[in-house]
């Protein structure tokens, strides 16, 4: 896989907005069931991280050499000064336009990540819930692509069925840009949990060009409890891009990215090429020793994006997602592990091995190791292969 050597002055900016918070992490080598009322659990050292859609997903871009743009909401309180501590330790210019607010406290997560399974977390959104609009200051931004992340955990975003979020959508339209979208699981007791979520999803997906969740937020979204299948993620894209998506990402974790689009028209094509267009394949995940799952959704999503306007083909973006995300696994915390991009590349061509999908694939392609293409991929032939050199 080529290395696009795209130079830093063609490079345009992601502006990567939403939810913002610091994740507390207490050292931890325990397991969830040695948890009990009463008792008490010796903890190791604590580590203070980014967390939240914004400064994970903006920080990753920083360490792999991007110059992303941040706009998250933090309280003036201590939480808050952390926050930004914890995020000019990545680089100064990451706060500039970060949002100081006595609106709410800021936003914090404790997150318990024991080695080899996925974490939990108990999260209070604070100063998240104000989020709106207005505090995305477009025409003062110079920016392709406006990520947003974590409407669930946003209550001004999702309440109303996301019109807040299609008002910030709409401006990023009108200021040329692209709009790509992340979520979270909501809480099932909160507010968040018992919103009719696919009302959201047609509410918003029109406005959507990139939609990149994960397979469990997408089944809790759509209220479907099935087990994973290739039938399945077919239906779900289906659905999504009938609502408006226009390219469907899904995060398999262990059994890596599930990619989707069908024939791309609008503002989409200013950054993606032909070959992006009418494709399905899943990406396998990387071979790594898991030390911890935060922010590996966030990760992929920066590879994805970095990807993406350094012009690489679809494969090759999926790829460095899978890639980014397996890196970030490798450590506790949601961005130490990240490296900057030739790592990336070096570590792949190398031989970095794949780890099985454990989805039963009918018909599909295993295309040089890479990827497995669909039989409604455009490059499924053999015959178009060989004609287009794919």
């Given at each position: 896989?080529?290395?696009?050597?795209?130079?830093?002055?063609?490079?345009?900016?992601?502006?990567?907005?939403?939810?913002?918070?610091?994740?507390?992490?207490?050292?931890?080598?325990?397991?969830?069931?040695?948890?009990?009322?009463?008792?008490?659990?010796?903890?190791?050292?604590?580590?203070?991280?980014?967390?939240?859609?914004?400064?994970?997903?903006?920080?990753?871009?920083?360490?792999?050499?991007?110059?992303?743009?941040?706009?998250?909401?933090?309280?003036?309180?201590?939480?808050?000064?952390?926050?930004?501590?914890?995020?000019?330790?990545?680089?100064?210019?990451?706060?500039?336009?970060?949002?100081?607010?006595?609106?709410?406290?800021?936003?914090?997560?404790?997150?318990?990540?024991?080695?080899?399974?996925?974490?939990?977390?108990?999260?209070?959104?604070?100063?998240?819930?104000?989020?709106?609009?207005?505090?995305?200051?477009?025409?003062?931004?110079?920016?392709?692509?406006?990520?947003?992340?974590?409407?669930?955990?946003?209550?001004?975003?999702?309440?109303?069925?996301?019109?807040?979020?299609?008002?910030?959508?709409?401006?990023?339209?009108?200021?040329?840009?692209?709009?790509?979208?992340?979520?979270?699981?909501?809480?099932?007791?909160?507010?968040?949990?018992?919103?009719?979520?696919?009302?959201?999803?047609?509410?918003?997906?029109p406005y959507t060009d990139i939609f990149l969740p994960s397979l469990d937020e997408i089944l809790y979204m759509m209220k479907i409890d099935s087990s994973l299948t290739s039938e399945l993620l077919q239906r779900l894209s289906d659905q999504l891009i009938e609502w408006g998506a226009k390219i469907v990402m899904i995060k398999l974790g262990e059994n890596g990215i599930y990619f989707r689009t069908k024939e791309l028209k609008g503002s989409i094509t200013q950054i993606v090429s032909d070959e992006w267009s009418e494709r399905e394949f899943i990406s396998p995940a990387f071979d790594v020793k898991v030390v911890g799952t935060n922010g590996a959704g966030d990760a992929s999503?920066?590879?994805?994006?970095?990807?993406?306007?350094?012009?690489?083909?679809?494969?090759?973006?999926?790829?460095?997602?899978?890639?980014?995300?397996?890196?970030?696994?490798?450590?506790?915390?949601?961005?130490?592990?990240?490296?900057?991009?030739?790592?990336?590349?070096?570590?792949?061509?190398?031989?970095?091995?794949?780890?099985?999908?454990?989805?039963?694939?009918?018909?599909?392609?295993?295309?040089?190791?890479?990827?497995?293409?669909?039989?409604?991929?455009?490059?499924?032939?053999?015959?178009?292969?060989?004609?287009?050199?794919?």
């Amino acid at each position: 896989m080529p290395f696009n050597e795209t130079s830093d002055d063609e490079l345009h900016k992601i502006i990567v907005a939403g939810h913002t918070c610091v994740d507390l992490i207490p050292t931890w080598d325990g397991k969830f069931e040695d948890i009990a009322p009463g008792h008490l659990i010796v903890t190791g050292e604590m580590r203070f991280s980014t967390g939240g859609s914004v400064p994970n997903t903006g920080v990753d871009l920083k360490r792999l050499g991007l110059d992303p743009i941040m706009i998250g909401k933090i309280g003036n309180d201590l939480v808050g000064r952390i926050t930004l501590e914890v995020i000019r330790s990545n680089g100064e210019d990451l706060t500039d336009h970060m949002i100081r607010t006595v609106e709410a406290g800021s936003s914090y997560t404790l997150v318990l990540s024991p080695p080899n399974v996925d974490r939990a977390f108990f999260h209070y959104p604070g100063v998240n819930d104000t989020f709106c609009a207005e505090d995305i200051p477009f025409d003062d931004l110079d920016g392709q692509i406006l990520h947003f992340g974590y409407p669930p955990v946003m209550e001004k975003i999702y309440k109303d069925n996301g019109n807040e979020l299609v008002k910030i959508f709409q401006n990023a339209h009108e200021h040329k840009m692209i709009t790509s979208l992340d979520m979270t699981t909501p809480d099932p007791n909160s507010s968040s949990g018992k919103l009719d979520w696919k009302i959201f999803l047609r509410n918003v997906l029109p406005y959507t060009d990139i939609f990149l969740p994960s397979l469990d937020e997408i089944l809790y979204m759509m209220k479907i409890d099935s087990s994973l299948t290739s039938e399945l993620l077919q239906r779900l894209s289906d659905q999504l891009i009938e609502w408006g998506a226009k390219i469907v990402m899904i995060k398999l974790g262990e059994n890596g990215i599930y990619f989707r689009t069908k024939e791309l028209k609008g503002s989409i094509t200013q950054i993606v090429s032909d070959e992006w267009s009418e494709r399905e394949f899943i990406s396998p995940a990387f071979d790594v020793k898991v030390v911890g799952t935060n922010g590996a959704g966030d990760a992929s999503v920066a590879g994805f994006l970095t990807g993406l306007v350094r012009r690489m083909n679809p494969i090759e973006s999926v790829i460095i997602a899978s890639a980014v995300g397996a890196f970030c696994v490798e450590d506790v915390d949601s961005t130490s592990g990240i490296k900057p991009l030739p790592a990336v590349f070096k570590r792949i061509k190398r031989g970095w091995k794949r780890l099985p999908v454990k989805i039963r694939l009918n018909n599909w392609k295993n295309k040089r190791g890479e990827v497995f293409l669909s039989p409604r991929d455009r490059y499924w032939s053999e015959e178009h292969d060989r004609k287009k050199g794919v």
